[in-house]
């Protein structure tokens, strides 16, 4: 079956006991036991597990093509929990174009803990190689990244991973599972923020993780109910809802989005535009091999630095300054004070996170609109 048709029916079937089409929300704590230890249908207490979030838990493997899904509170709770597969004394080799959060639970919990870090241009698969040492446990890579929309190549990684019996988990965020399957590429886990594209409204904060290897889903369901940071049912509700519409949403946002991006790299007031579909793009050719499309993140350098950017984001009427994405309104962000703003201005620099950088998530608005705003918006 295609993917919209499993998004709608697979993990999501109706309940057998109602036939409501919807999933329940299950809105409770505990469950009655029928006798000491006799637990109906397996469910004890909802941090262990709940039917709403263990359907969503379910459709998010399915999407996925992994065998085992696990949903969190957050996408950090679900990044804090794959990262429970190393160990004080290992090394973590993660791409230099990590999300803001992601770097900061590397460099402010990982680290005093006990773990190196070291930071790679992982769209350089040479690069990692040559990086990896005798304590290298795991690589951390996104694609495409936050926020230059830099590519790696998953399946080059993941022969790399299992070559040198390394972990390879990709946060999937901005891909979603619609244009892109890490675990097909080889990689033993998949990270994503369901905030974003999977829920798709900008109205739940929630994670996930999916891996198809059982000795690697033990422990984090382990630890997924020893340190508790769960979704409640509403929330697993909401992203479920959000993942029955993930295809025409994205799909939209895309077409709009590749419009948008070839109108801002011919525009005199742009810099430079990155977006894997314009042909611009270094990596635009991996892009066609990997994803099945090109998303709805765009990240462009306007000219005239930060007083330029700052008239940009008053004049603009459509796309909403505010952090997050992947949702059915057009968003603005500006990395270097917002996403980004808890790394140095030294290594922001480094990164190519310069304070002209803007980065956005197209909604599900008329492309006819955005563009006009867009066009008004940049005016000088
Ligand atoms: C937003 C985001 C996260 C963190 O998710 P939260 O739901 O905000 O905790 C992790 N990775 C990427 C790529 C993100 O965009």
């Known amino acids: 079956m295609k993917f919209e048709t499993l998004a709608i029916h697979d993990g999501q079937a109706p309940d057998p006991r109602t036939g409501a089409v919807s999933v329940p929300i299950y809105q409770t704590s505990t469950f009655q036991q029928d006798a000491i230890g006799k637990f109906r249908e397996g469910f004890e207490y909802s941090r262990s597990g709940n039917p709403t979030r263990q359907a969503l838990e379910a459709a998010l493997a399915l999407l996925e093509g992994g065998k085992h899904g696990l949903a969190f509170g957050s996408g950090n709770a679900a990044t804090i929990a794959a990262l429970q597969l190393v160990k004080p004394g290992d090394q973590i080799l993660a791409s230099d174009d990590t999300y803001g959060g992601t770097y900061r639970i590397f460099e402010k919990i990982l680290r005093p803990w006990g773990v190196d870090i070291r930071y790679v241009d992982a769209s350089d698969t040479a690069a990692v190689e040559a990086a990896i040492g005798p ?10 990244t936050n926020p230059l929309l830099k590519l790696v190549d998953i399946a080059a990684l993941g022969a790399l991973a299992h070559r040198r019996g390394l972990l390879l988990v990709v946060d999937n965020t901005f891909a979603s599972p619609y244009l892109q399957r890490p675990l097909e590429l080889g990689a033993h886990v998949v990270v994503h923020s369901t905030t974003k594209y999977l829920g798709g409204h900008s109205d739940v904060i929630g994670g996930a993780l999916v891996t198809s ?8 369901k382990f630890y997924q109910n020893a340190a508790g940071a769960v979704p409640g049912p509403w929330d697993s509700w909401l992203v479920l809802r959000g993942i029955k519409t993930l295809k025409v949403r994205i799909e939209e946002q895309q077409t709009t989005a590749l419009r948008l991006a070839r109108f801002l790299e011919a525009h005199p007031a742009v810099e430079r535009v990155y977006y894997p579909g314009l042909s611009s793009h270094p990596q635009h050719a991996l892009a066609k091999r990997q994803m099945r499309g090109f998303g709805g993140m765009i990240s462009l350098q306007i000219k005239g630095g930060f007083p330029a950017v700052e008239r940009l984001v008053a004049k603009l009427k459509l796309f909403l300054l505010a952090e997050s994405l992947g949702g059915v309104e057009s968003l603005l962000c500006y990395p270097p004070k917002m996403t980004h703003a808890s790394i140095s201005p030294e290594e922001r620099a480094r990164r190519g996170i310069h304070d002209n950088l803007i980065r ?3 909604g599900l608005e008329a492309a006819d609109d955005l563009e006009a705003d867009l066009r008004q ?3 000088v």
């Open 135 to 144: 304590k290298t446990a795991l690589i951390w890579v996104e694609s495409p």
């Open 213 to 220: 290897e059982r000795d690697l889903y033990d422990p984090i």
């Open 360 to 362: 956005l998530s197209v």
């Open 377 to 379: 918006a940049l005016q």
